[in-house]
């Protein structure tokens, strides 16, 4: 009985690794374009006939992915397989997307039903595409290669680097890559506009969640790795907080570089800006802490 | 070396778990629910034009001399319409006449959009005339 209960808890864990390994690499894919509004305009002026075709075409291409990369352990060689692991990393798309499109409000009860429908399956297209990629980011490419990085960054870090300065680095380099594009553009404003405290707040708990996920429920090659990783950064939950704070610094910086925000606005700007901003920049720094 | 995965055959692959086949089965009620509901609005309204209607609410706001007049525009038809125009003409007494318009960018099906027109003299002293000038289809 107990060896039963323990293979199922197991199955259930593998299943829900692989789920939130497939979501990391959706939002490391698709975060740029969901602050994209273009996006969301050509979704909502999309007809339905339109909409179909991208729900066929984002499949035909998962598909594709799915049979050499993919977001699972297992390597999907039959058809059966590809086939039921695009129908997950479509639906793990549109799952998303709607939670991040309702966050940003641009989902809400007054959303006409087609327009919603077009803004979700115009940005659940590269959404699909990154769970589809997940396997193929950040991965080591072989043993070998693996096995020589880690002796180099053993001797390395001795010699110079300490393990946080590594880690505040490397989120921050990596909000940053992620963050560039997305800083200078209408949308943070836009989006600060129509938020208030509690959306503010979720976002804020979004970010923390979804950083988690990407540097330690996500089986990504690099995790035991960062599990050995020294420093104040050693614990899952305190590294998901500090690197939330380095990101929003990264984002803070961005914004003032791209003059979005300077020191003549209210505080309250800031902090509205900051934080939209610290969505894109918290899953850069997660990838940029997966990548040293 | 990667002879080994070559040597796999689909009846050495491990069967899919009951997790999966679950996980597998939301996905498939997500995905046919959005297609589905992708279908009902093509079904549905899509076919008919645009229908835009503007009203504008009584409660007027006076802030530092200016009277703030909120208006709704509602897209009561099918289609989804780009850079609305929308226009207000207040006249008082026939020798003050004052105009106000405004662009809106995007207005989808169903959708409700509020704002509001500013003027320097109180509305309610005049008459207040609303129209949508014009629209373009995406």
């Given at each position: 009985m107990q060896t039963f209960k323990k293979s199922s808890l197991s199955m259930w864990k593998q299943?829900?690794?692989?789920l939130i390994r497939g979501i990391s690499g959706g939002f490391l894919f698709g975060i740029p374009l969901l602050y994209t509004m273009e996006v969301w305009w050509v979704g909502s002026s999309a007809k339905p006939p339109r909409l179909l075709i991208a729900i066929a075409l984002t499949f035909t291409i998962v598909f594709l992915l799915n049979q050499t990369t993919g977001f699972r352990d297992t390597k999907d060689v039959r058809f059966r397989d590809a086939f039921m692991d695009s129908t997950r990393a479509i639906a793990i798309g549109l799952l998303c997307t709607s939670c991040v499109l309702v966050?940003?409000?641009?989902?809400?009860?007054?959303t006409p039903l087609g327009e919603a429908l077009g803004k979700l399956i115009y940005e659940s297209v590269p959404f699909a595409l990154g769970v589809a990629l997940s396997n193929q980011f950040l991965k080591d490419n072989s043993d070998q290669n693996q096995e020589d990085r880690k002796k180099q960054q053993k001797s390395d870090r001795k010699?110079?680097?300490?393990?946080?300065?590594?880690?505040?680095?490397?989120?921050?380099?990596?909000?940053?890559i992620v963050g560039f594009s997305i800083a200078p553009t209408d949308e943070v404003p836009m989006l600060a506009a129509s938020t208030s405290g509690p959306w503010l707040l979720l976002l804020i708990l979004a970010s923390l969640l979804i950083s988690y996920a990407i540097v330690?429920?996500?089986s990504f090659s690099n995790q035991t790795k960062r599990q050995q990783q020294q420093g104040i950064f050693q614990d899952p939950f305190s590294e998901t907080v500090i690197s939330y704070l380095v990101s929003l610094v990264a984002a803070a910086l961005m914004l003032w570089f791209f003059?979005?925000?300077?020191?003549?606005l209210p505080w309250s700007t800031w902090l509205r800006y900051t934080v939209i901003m610290g969505l894109p920049a918290s899953v850069g720094g997660a990838a940029g802490r997966l990548a040293i | 070396m990667n002879t080994q995965s070559k040597k796999i055959q689909p009846q050495d692959l491990p069967k899919r778990s009951l997790a999966e086949w679950i996980t597998f089965g939301i996905a498939v009620a997500i995905l046919s629910t959005v297609i589905g509901l992708v279908s009902y609005v093509w079904l549905g309204k899509e076919r008919q034009p645009p229908v835009l209607s503007i009203t504008y609410e009584k409660t007027i706001r006076k802030v530092d001399g200016q009277f703030y007049v909120p208006f709704i525009l509602i897209n009561k038809g099918g289609e989804t319409v780009e850079s609305v125009r929308v226009y207000a003409e207040l006249v008082i007494n026939s020798d003050f006449k004052e105009q106000s318009e405004q662009e809106i960018d995007f207005l989808s099906s169903g959708e409700v959009q509020e704002g509001a027109f500013i003027f320097s003299k109180n509305p309610q002293e005049g008459k207040l005339k609303l129209k949508v000038e014009s629209y373009k289809l995406p």
């Open positions: 299943e829900l690794n692989s966050l940003f409000q641009e989902i809400t009860f007054d010699k110079q680097l300490n393990g946080t300065i590594a880690d505040v680095g490397a989120t921050f380099v990596g909000s940053i330690f429920a996500a003059n979005q925000l300077n020191l003549e | -």
